[in-house]
């Protein structure tokens, strides 16, 4: 059983930076891939950024250039670096585990194991 925990949202202004970070225990031998995710009021989940236990790393399109997902080497900690934020990146961002296939990494269905997620607010 893998159990994730979120912790660094909050408030920033737009062109400002935060790092969310993701504590993983209980680590599965099948996961093969981690990422981050994000929902809006209102609307879908959203795939943000995927990596895989090799390091090949997946942007879904409003995280490129912008955002890197990045795990330590102990595979404890997944973290997202955010720059350059924007009103639109407001949402809930949840930290996600998965035994994923060779495609559509970015899919919610890949992820079996979630955080209960971290806030991020951006005002213009």
């Known amino acids: 059983q893998v159990r994730l925990a979120e912790s660094g949202g909050g408030s920033v202004q737009a062109g400002g930076s935060l790092r969310l970070s993701c504590v993983v225990s209980?680590?599965?031998?099948?996961?093969?891939?981690m990422a981050w995710f994000r929902q809006a009021p209102g609307q879908e989940r959203e795939g943000v950024a995927v990596?895989?236990?090799?390091?090949?790393?997946w942007y879904g399109d409003s995280a490129k250039g912008r955002f890197i997902i990045a795990q330590d080497n102990s595979k404890s900690r997944l973290y997202l670096h955010m720059n350059n934020l924007k009103p639109a990146d407001t949402a809930m961002y949840y930290c996600?585990?998965?035994?994923?296939?060779?495609?559509?990494?970015?899919?919610?269905?890949?992820?079996?194991?979630w955080g209960q997620g971290t806030q991020v607010t951006v005002s213009s």
């Open positions: 996600a585990a998965g035994a994923c296939g060779d495609s559509d990494l970015l899919r919610r269905d890949q992820y079996t194991s």
């Open positions: 209980g680590y599965a031998y099948s996961t093969n891939c």
């Open positions: 990596i895989r236990t090799s390091g090949e790393t």
